[in-house]
């Protein structure tokens, strides 16, 4: 007969097993499944122990995947919802510039334009790109990028 302890570890590899999480994450899980907080404290330790979650691995890697379809301020905002806490999310956002969110910003405007038939109003491209997490700063760029281009 499994121990309680045995279940939670059981449950929680169960959970990593589809994809990574955080800390946060895993402990919700637990939490959800009716654990003790003794007993997830005790599970969360031997899943950082053995490294099977690493919040700072999580949020580069994170990042990395969704740099394409979100910007800086965006993911920010994501892996604050995922239980990242502010300090990690400071340094891995730090490794990524703003010359790589400019980037992945005019690669997603360029797609748009081309969606539209190479015509695109720039205040509703602006709105795009501010609802996909993008910084102003970055979205000015690519607006007026895109504009010199066309006159």
Known sequence: MKTEFD?????AYRVLA???????ELELRLEQKGFSMEISRRVLELMVTYSYIDDKAFARLWVEQRLSKRGLPGLRRELLGK???PDIIDETLSEFG??????????????RVGIRGGVCLIPRLAGYLERR???YE????????LRDKEG
Request: with cysteine; net charge positive; aromatic share 10%.
């Open 7 to 11: 279940q939670a570890r059981s449950f």
């Open 133 to 135: 997490g993008f910084s």
């Open 98 to 111: 703003e010359d790589v969110e400019y980037g992945a910003a005019m690669e997603l405007a360029k797609k």
């Open 138 to 145: 970055a979205i000015g760029k690519v607006c007026r990028t």
């Open 18 to 24: 589809f994809r990574r999480r955080t800390r946060r």
């Open 83 to 85: 239980g990242v806490q």
